[in-house]
Nanobody, 121 residues
Framework: QVQLVESGGGFVQPGESLKLSCAAS????????VGWYRQAPGKQRDMVAR????????????NYAASVEGRFTISRDNAKNTVYLQINSLKPEDTAVYYC??????????WGQGTQVTVAS
């Protein structure tokens, strides 16, 4: 059974930073595509960052949404089987529920329960 458990969300002021974590079990973050999505109230769920495995051993590609490029950094610790999202210079428009995802090469699509990030003065 695949489980993704996010943590690290919270209430912060504009300009501050947060680091979100996603602990995975049942599937390897190293061998699969992992990413972060977010959903603000009344809006659709959008991808913010993703590490894609391109099939060849060690070959991967990292993508970011244009709205977060330069402020968000996705990374993974293969030994801990955990994915991170470092968020710097937070803005009120970053307020959303952030979801961790894992996608396998044969169509598996797994989501965490989400962690709330609220940015306000």
């Amino acid at each position: 059974q695949v489980q993704l458990v996010e943590s690290g969300g919270g209430f912060v002021q504009p300009g501050e930073s947060l680091k979100l974590s996603c602990a995975a079990s049942g599937m390897s973050v190293r061998q699969n595509t992992v990413g972060w999505y977010r959903q603000a109230p009344g809006k659709q769920r959008d991808m913010v960052a993703r590490i894609r495995n391109l099939g060849e051993i060690g070959l991967r590609r990292t993508n970011y949404a244009a709205s977060v490029e330069g402020r968000f950094t996705i990374s993974r610790d293969n030994a801990k089987n955990t994915v991170y999202l470092q968020i710097n210079s937070l803005k009120p428009e970053d307020t959303a529920v952030y979801y961790c995802t894992l996608q396998t090469g044969n169509g598996g699509d797994y989501w965490g329960q989400g962690t709330q990030v609220t940015v306000a003065s």
